[in-house]
């Protein structure tokens, strides 16, 4: 039998090198304790190092996956300089030359007292929203706000990434497709806008963006937390990190998801309330415009949030 796993021949397992299709543990496992990171590596496009890869703030998602780990009691045996050195063996191995998504993997073995765990690095191709003119990225979104609520920090922080927390997440996807939507906007439990089922939000409102604190039962995105650096330094506009109304959302001239997976992705309207006049917003489309240049390393100013392969 052959599986294409998206064309990753190869991931990094426990520290080596292994074929994905004889990357095999037992059924056994309790893999639904595991931890994960999503990161992205992008083609460079600049005249120096034009076709090589990059990964994307590499130090911020490492750094998260520990926390996770720490966070869920699972002692990660390497050092994170182990660990970027596997996902380029990893990248290596597969001999992609085109963008790569990386998704290193912490779970606890079985029948282990010591608390060992496997820690495994799949790594495959995706496509792109971002890019001028990429039709994908103007594709109209209608999101629904979920009537399921994001889980509570004080049940099961949605601050470390644990696949647990991607259950919560399903049933807000699944209900909105089962409702004829695109998406799902969780509400936290105080009934305060939240987060998306797999990215942050944003929203712009009289040219200010604006976006849910960390309390708000949200990831601490790495995305997130570029853009909170970078859209008031480099266009000065100003961002405000607070609490958001449903109806405040509602009131909006644009949102927004921003994720390692999503990139920045328009949204077109929540509950069928439209946003804003044109779609994309302008700030929408500016800030995913610089994203795309800066993960393709021509903003020179930026180069220090990537890492070469
Ligand atoms: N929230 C959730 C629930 C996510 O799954 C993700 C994707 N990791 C994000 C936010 C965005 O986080 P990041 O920018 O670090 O990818």
Avoid at 23 to 28: D, F, G, K, T
Avoid at 141 to 155: E, G, H, K, L, T
């Amino acid at each position: 039998m052959s599986i294409a796993f998206h064309g990753a021949k190869h991931c990094w397992m426990n520290g080596e090198i292994v074929e994905t299709e004889k990357a095999l543990v037992s059924a056994m496992e309790p893999i639904y304790l595991g931890i994960f990171e999503g990161i992205k590596a992008y083609v460079a496009k600049d005249i120096q190092k034009k076709g090589s890869l990059n990964i994307f703030q590499w130090k911020l998602h490492v750094d998260r996956l520990w926390r996770s780990a720490a966070v869920n009691g699972l002692n990660i045996p390497y050092t994170k300089d182990q660990l970027l050195e596997g996902t380029r063996a990893a990248i290596k191995a597969n001999g992609f030359d085109t963008n790569v998504y990386i998704q290193p993997r912490v779970w606890p073995r079985a029948n282990e007292e010591d608390e060992k765990v496997h820690v495994v690095i799949p790594t495959w191709k995706f496509d792109t929203l971002l890019g001028r003119g990429n039709p994908k990225f103007a594709g109209q979104r209608r999101f629904m706000v979920s009537s399921w609520r994001r889980v509570a920090s004080d049940a099961l922080p949605p601050q470390a990434k644990s696949w647990a927390n991607y259950q919560n997440s399903s049933l807000a996807t699944k209900e909105a497709k089962r409702c004829g939507y695109d998406g799902a906007i969780f509400l936290d439990s105080r009934g305060f806008v939240s987060e998306g089922t797999g990215a942050c939000l944003m929203t712009v409102r009289n040219g200010k963006v604006i976006t849910p604190p960390v309390s708000a039962s949200i990831l601490e995105s790495v995305t997130r937390n570029t853009f909170i650096e970078f859209i008031p330094e480099d266009f000065k506009i100003p961002v405000e990190v607070h609490d958001i109304t449903r109806v405040e959302l509602y009131a909006s001239d644009e949102a927004f998801l921003c994720g390692t997976g999503g990139e920045v992705t328009p949204i077109t309207s929540v509950d069928d309330i439209k946003f804003g006049e044109k779609y994309p917003g302008p700030i929408t489309t500016k800030i995913a415009e610089y994203y795309s240049d800066l993960l393709a390393g021509n903003v020179k100013k930026r180069s220090g949030w990537l890492t070469p392969v």
